[in-house]
DNA sequence: TTTAATTTTGACCGCTTGGTTAAATCGAAT
DNA sequence: ATTCGATTTAACCAAGCGGTCAAAATTAAA
């Protein structure tokens, strides 16, 4: 094979990535991920069999790297201060560099619940464990204010949110990208500094 | 006109609303639209000229309607932390009786940008003004520890993205439908709380 | 070099799509 | 009853869709 080039596969996940992530699955064209891959549309098709299960692969693929993150990070040992700052953080600097992801996954559960339960359940780290250890490490440290499960949604929500509806948020603030960014990197400051004053009791 | 039917028009403009919100503007159908409205596919574009057009009619409609609440419970003259404990309840609610909005609106945004912006800046309350009036009330009850656009963003993540993410989240909590609901109540209770106490200086 | 298997292509197919059109139907005014 | 405009329909169209296929090109094995 050539030079620099990836393999036929690769560039075709990498195209098909592309597409379906900007315009999901009925916005997406066969013959437009094939220009993007710079093949024919028929490859597509001898390595896939169908547009199915390319955006099978695709899915797959940003769905897992999405949880991966949060549930490696919760199932850490580190304590759960610093454990809240790691997931604002990194979580944040994720979504920045994949903008598309989080509507992609939000749009793609509508498109195939049933696969979407089974990327769950057989996850390395399935999310009852995870609840689980959770549950525990706040009783551990005396925190009976507020339910764990809400704990976990509220970070989950000031995290992804903003940046799941920044072209709103950009538009309503009136803020260039550049301003935008700085807007988040703030979040990034403040946000443990709000979720850790919510937990523990004054 | 026969006795219990709307107007046609008025019975187009739900049935596209029923399909688009569901569906999204690449997922939907004309022929279904006209099926779900009970006529023929060619009265639709008798009635808007095409797809788009409808498209446009239907997301200016959830727009606004999703807007509107937040801007005029904003620049309602009771005291912030009442206002706060209004937009959460008014808000959770709404999208519990219109779980389809929020998921369409940020899609629609992708969809047609400019539109949006349009439709931001004609509103009887723009945003600069509203931004303007938190930031004047904010500084009024000596509240400096928070930026008043976080503060605002803060509010909206914590109401809004739960509902958005909900099929996720009945998945990962391993919650019916029953037992989504009552935690969604806990959260009607519980955030103005959390938020006020992030607001006011320890 | 010949052979066999794999990879890539262009041309094609049947179907669905948004949209059009001319004719039919209806409602009210004359 | 006739006329005339607005409403509704069935039939149709060109374009675009996902997908197929046989042949060409490439690579590896003999």
């Known amino acids: 094979m050539s030079e620099n080039q990836l393999s036929t596969e690769k560039r075709i996940l990498e195209a098909a990535k592309t597409v379906f992530h900007k315009k999901g699955f009925d916005g997406a064209r066969m013959q437009e991920i094939a220009d993007e891959a710079g093949i024919n549309k028929a490859l597509l098709h001898y390595y896939f069999r169908s547009k199915e299960n390319l955006f099978d692969a695709v899915f797959s693929d940003a769905f897992t790297e999405f949880f991966r993150r949060l549930f490696s990070l919760i199932s850490d040992t580190i304590p759960l201060d610093e454990k809240i700052r790691y997931i604002c953080n990194d979580y944040i600097t994720f979504m920045q560099q994949n903008p598309f992801i989080p509507v992609f996954i939000l749009n793609g559960i509508q498109h195939n619940p049933e696969k979407v339960a089974a990327l769950l359940q057989n996850s390395p780290n399935p999310p009852s ?74």
């Open 129 to 202: 464990a995870i609840l689980k250890q959770v549950k525990i490490m706040m009783e551990a440290e005396g925190l009976h204010g507020i339910d764990h499960r809400q704990l976990i949604i509220n970070i989950i929500s000031l995290s992804v949110f903003p940046l799941v509806a920044k072209p709103l948020l950009k538009n309503i603030l009136n803020l260039s990208e550049e301003e935008f960014s700085d807007f988040i990197e703030v979040r990034k400051r403040e946000l443990p500094e709000l979720i850790l004053r919510s937990i523990h009791k004054e």
